[in-house]
């Protein structure tokens, strides 16, 4: 390819990259049944989960899904917020309709503090 291109000046830069297909095919599933942006707002919407922030990645396996609350971690009542933030989502996606396909998914569920630790 270099010795092609040299009359068109500099050579090819080549930029390979490994796409872990596991990983891509759950995306396409969460995508086509389009509960992320759902969950996001719904928890953001809703004033007593005081979610602040939310963000997920599908590489690597599993999806990672982290919501950011406005409650430090000292806060006496952060671990129960936690836990119902957990169980918000865990409900909606073992009983909404758009979540049948990927019920079953494999996921982590990580919620953080105002100070940015792990409260649940």
């Known amino acids: 390819m270099n010795s092609i291109s040299s009359e068109y000046g500099k050579g090819f830069k080549f930029d390979i990259r490994?796409?872990?297909m596991e990983a891509?095919?759950?995306?396409?599933r969460w995508d086509?049944?389009?509960v992320i942006h759902v969950i996001a707002s719904g928890l953001m919407e809703n004033?007593?989960?005081k979610v602040k922030g939310f963000s997920y990645s599908?590489?690597?396996l599993p999806l990672q899904i982290k919501v950011k609350t406005s409650v430090k971690?000292?806060?006496p009542d952060a671990k129960v917020l936690a836990e119902r933030i957990e169980e918000e989502i865990k409900s909606f996606l073992q009983t909404h309709q758009k979540a049948e396909d990927i019920r079953n998914d494999p996921y982590e569920l990580t919620i953080l503090s105002k100070d940015k630790k792990k409260i649940n």
């Open 32 to 34: 086509e049944a389009g």
């Open 58 to 60: 599908f590489h690597p």
């Open 47 to 49: 004033k007593e989960f």
């Open 73 to 75: 971690a000292d806060d």
């Open 24 to 28: 891509r095919e759950q995306e396409q």
């Open 18 to 20: 490994q796409i872990d």
